[in-house]
């Protein structure tokens, strides 16, 4: 029953909350931005980390430094954090937790088969794909023809294989069909991942509703703006958009038709949360429209923290390590090219 | 009115030729100056690439925009650079540099990458774009031509995008522009380079001329 959580939550998941409450405590805060803002090599980034909770994870690398360099260490650290929490946790929390990790999976194995398709080296992929998705059978990927065989030799003993039925065909994999799969696996994951969560109930279903209503709505907008001028038809475009959140299923008809970045103003701007988003940017400018979004995003992301005896804390601590990580490869790349007068560009600060 | 006899005249052949040779001069120094503007334009245009690259990366994330999605199967180029000699001139065996740009798609493409990359040598600010742009520098005939071939050269630019996936952000789109310009200013420069290099062999010649005189 939704309120009183607190009396059984800790038995299982207090030390783990704890434990991520901790972690949260490690985030970056504005003035660690401003100083890494300043730097004028990387090596003067590496300085400035070594200070703070990702010291030991670049302590040991060599200069001169490479921006992947940085990103990849930063990664490792929140890599471990996961593990020693799912390896804490008990059911449900250690479902949820994998939940949280289904995306990158998603997005690795659509990197290994179009790396493929590529004719790239199956190792020279598999040390580019991101820890947290990782799965046993993945270099099997390579040897997959079309859908139908990726599911049946790999995926149907991975945690993806429910997501697999909209999309299996014996088309042979080209680099539409991939992008199809890779849009139409997500949705599914997020559709999951809401009913899972509803399942929950309580704080958890609360909260969580709110944080994927608007990863859904979000990915909307982005599918829409990155298909415009492209062959993706109209239906194409709409199958692709969540079955939930607030654009559900109004906005979604509205989006479906857009073709410039006008009119997606035009259908956002009659949702609340979203004029706010829109508001801050310029007719037929889209360019910052990703700050707004990660903006909006990580403010949600941090009230997920004002309650307790919840299992979104989890989700928005892992989401904020990735914000947090995005803010470092922004930041070393505009110190790398020189261009740090842009360098607030992208930078969303968390604290 | 006092008339200065000793200040040689403009019909004077001796003053012809130092008019030819002040010419030559101007024209050296004029193509010094266009080569060196194109230079700083080609550095300001590879920076805002990098950029957009790097914003297309954020956006987009790391897995998606990655070295290892770059396409290795043997496919043709998708633009190639025709080296002729203009023939027929004073400076003949002067090389002239041609972009042929999404050769792939019609001929009708590949000819007006050339005749805009040999357009605004002096004026790179205001470089036309070949058939890959709709401003208002271009003539209306231009105009309709170029309206007719864009349709194919977005297809072919999509498809050279096509490694990082169908849906890529502007961004991504933003940055290949970009290269796609630095690489006719890259075009533009070797041709001034090689006008440069022309008129200072003129410039010599007759320095060298001069000297044997004395």
């Known amino acids: 029953m939704y309120g009183f959580e607190a009396m059984t939550f800790n038995i299982h998941g207090g030390y783990l909350e704890a434990i991520v409450r901790g972690h949260r405590a490690g985030l970056l805060t504005a003035a660690d931005y401003n100083n890494l803002c300043q730097c004028e090599t990387l090596d003067d980034m590496k300085m400035h980390l070594s200070a703070t909770e990702y010291g030991p994870y670049l302590q040991n690398e060599p200069s001169p430094l490479h921006t992947t360099t940085i990103v990849e260490k930063c990664t490792l650290k929140l890599v471990d954090e996961y593990k020693h929490m799912l390896c804490q946790a008990t059911e449900p929390l250690s479902t949820f937790l994998e939940y949280i990790t289904y995306g990158h999976m998603i997005d690795n194995v659509v990197l290994i088969v179009t790396g493929t398709l590529h004719e790239r080296d199956v190792q020279e992929l598999l040390e580019k794909c991101h820890p947290l998705g990782m799965f046993d059978s993945i270099a099997t990927l390579a040897v997959a023809q079309n859908m139908r065989e990726l599911y049946r030799l790999v995926l149907v003993d991975t945690p993806l294989a429910p997501y697999f039925s909209e999309c299996i065909t014996s088309e042979d994999l080209d680099d539409m069909n991939i992008e199809i799969m890779r849009n139409t696996l997500y949705k599914a994951y997020l559709e999951d991942f809401y009913k899972f969560c509803q399942k929950l109930g309580g704080a958890t279903a609360e909260i969580m509703s709110d944080l994927l209503a608007f990863e859904a709505d979000r990915r909307a907008v982005n599918i829409t703006i990155n298909s415009i001028g492209t062959e993706l038809t109209r239906d194409d475009r709409r199958k692709l958009y969540s079955n939930f959140g607030l654009l559900y299923p109004y906005g979604h008809e509205e989006l479906a038709v857009c073709e410039d970045i006008d009119q997606v103003r035009g259908a956002m701007e009659k949702y609340p949360p979203y004029q706010s988003i829109f508001s801050k940017l310029s007719y037929g400018e889209s360019q910052m429209l990703d700050k707004a979004f990660y903006e909006e995003e990580v403010k949600r992301l941090c009230l997920a923290f004002e309650q307790q005896f919840h299992y979104g804390v989890f989700f928005a601590y892992m989401r904020l390590r990735e914000q947090e990580i995005r803010n470092l490869m922004w930041i070393s790349e505009c110190v790398a090219q020189n261009q740090k007068s842009r360098v607030h560009d992208s930078v969303v600060f968390i604290f | ?214």
Not at chain 2, 56 to 75: E, I, K, P, Q, Y
Not at chain 2, 151 to 174: C, H, I, N, Y
């Open chain 2, 1 to 214: 009115m006092v008339v200065d006899h000793e200040t040689p005249s403009l019909e004077n052949g001796q003053t012809d030729k130092e008019v030819e040779e002040n010419a030559n001069v101007l024209q050296f120094m004029d193509s010094m100056d266009a080569y060196l503007t194109l230079i700083h334009s080609l550095s300001s245009t590879l920076r805002r690439g990098w950029l957009e690259l790097a914003s297309a990366r954020h956006s987009m994330g790391a897995s998606r925009v990655n070295t290892v999605l770059l396409d290795h199967t043997s496919h043709p180029a998708a633009t190639s650079l025709l080296v002729t000699q203009d023939e027929g001139k004073v400076d003949s065996g002067k090389p002239h540099f041609t972009l042929c740009k999404w050769a792939s798609s019609s001929n009708e493409n590949s000819l007006l990458g050339e005749k805009h990359s040999s357009q605004d040598k002096l004026h790179p600010q205001l470089r036309h774009r070949g058939s890959t742009e709709l401003y208002e520098e271009k003539t209306s005939s231009e105009n309709k031509a170029s309206r007719e071939v864009d349709d194919p050269v977005q297809k072919e630019r999509s498809k050279s995008l096509s490694m990082f996936g169908t849906l890529v952000s502007p961004k991504l789109r933003a940055a290949q522009l970009s290269f796609e310009a630095a690489l006719e200013t890259l075009v533009e420069i070797a041709n001034m380079r090689s006008e440069m290099l022309c008129a200072f062999d003129q410039v010599n010649m007759k320095l060298e001329g001069r000297k044997d005189e004395k």
